[in-house]
């Protein structure tokens, strides 16, 4: 049981993990919009990283799948 929710855990990781970190990003740059715009900077280019990375890694899934 615990095994099976492991690798449940870990295939879920290794698919939506990086568009979690995108979302949290978009969040947090949405917070900080004016007040420190270097911090926001690089949390909208984190989201547009971390969104680029999630897109491949949902492709790459998906081909494996197939």
């Given at each position: 049981?615990?095994?099976?929710?492991?690798?449940?855990?870990?295939?879920?990781?290794?698919?939506?993990?990086?568009?979690?970190?995108?979302?949290?990003?978009?969040?947090?740059?949405?917070?900080?919009?004016?007040?420190?715009?270097?911090?926001?900077?690089?949390?909208?280019?984190?989201?547009?990283?971390?969104?680029?990375?999630?897109?491949y890694?949902?492709?790459?899934?998906?081909?494996?799948?197939?």
């Open positions: 049981m615990r095994e099976e929710l492991y690798s449940r855990l870990n295939s879920w990781r290794e698919k939506y993990a990086s568009f979690v970190i995108a979302l949290v990003c978009l969040y947090s740059a949405y917070v900080s919009w004016g007040g420190n715009w270097v911090l926001t900077g690089v949390l909208a280019a984190g989201v547009i990283v971390c969104g680029s990375i999630g897109i890694d949902i492709k790459r899934s998906r081909q494996q799948s197939s």
